[in-house]
């Protein structure tokens, strides 16, 4: 195996590590993780454990006097040298670079809330910047398959899709309505398109593992956007009859 190859096998072992650590401690419960839920792509249980993890982090962030905008904008440099990586081929750093962009996307919001420095603007800023974290590692992608049509349709299928999910996720907190729990929110799209681009990475130059991951997140977000969307139109048609 080459250096590429050895760091998508060390991934999932460090990641399976913290896990399993976090479960030998104390239960907690996360609001937002119960609020959420969890979906059969990405169980609740894990995220519980995964934000166990954030909050020890985010102390250690604080401790160092770390900003939440400095973590927010580390994501997006992430994220970028994560599409760099992935249009390179180097899939298995690549899959690094944006688990540990997402890491720095839960971190921001909980060093937010642990320094008091917490506020919509904020909010509104770190949703836009993880637009484009997507988009770089898909931007990236779309490079790696060039003069594969096919491939590339679907990556901007599976990209479009998540799109479709944030939105009708914004739209829903617009309009004050409480959107259904849906599969595909963006925590699930990044252990997807981790997975897949470590897989990949083990199995080159077989990128299967790759298609495999962006076609479920094709599929799923696009049928829980429109899902998502007819629970809100009913409802706002609801309200306009009252």
């Excluded at 030998?24 to 166990?52: D, K, N, S, W």
């Excluded at 060093?111 to 420095?117: D, M, P």
Aim: hydrophobic share 55%.
């Amino acid at each position: 195996m080459n250096l590429d190859a050895y760091a998508g096998v060390a991934l999932p072992a460090a990641a399976f590590a913290l896990l399993a650590i976090a479960a030998l401690g104390p239960a907690r419960i996360h609001g937002r993780v119960t609020r959420e839920g969890g979906t059969i792509f990405l169980g609740e249980r894990v995220m519980q454990q995964a934000y166990c993890w954030i909050d020890l982090w985010a102390c250690g962030c604080v401790r160092l006097g770390m900003r939440a905008d400095t973590i927010t904008w580390l994501s997006v440099v992430l994220g970028l040298f994560a599409g760099v990586l992935a249009a390179f081929g180097q899939l298995g750093f690549s899959a690094w670079a944006l688990a540990l962009s997402g890491l720095c996307d839960g971190l921001d919001g909980a060093v937010a809330r642990r320094t008091g420095t917490a506020s919509r603007a904020g909010a509104v800023l770190d949703s836009a910047l993880d637009r484009y974290v997507e988009f770089f590692f898909c931007a990236g992608i779309l490079v790696l398959f060039a003069g594969q049509t096919t491939a590339q349709l679907l990556v901007l299928i599976a990209l479009f899709g998540g799109f479709m999910v944030t939105y009708s996720t914004a739209k829903a907190e617009a309009l004050g309505i409480q959107p259904p729990r849906g599969w595909m929110k963006r925590p699930e799209r990044l252990v997807w398109l981790i997975g897949g681009a470590n897989l990949s990475s083990v199995s080159a130059p077989s990128l299967m593992p790759l298609l495999a991951a962006l076609g479920v997140i094709a599929l799923f977000a696009h049928l829980s956007a429109a899902l998502r969307l007819r629970a809100l139109v009913a409802a706002s048609a609801k309200s306009k009859t009252r």
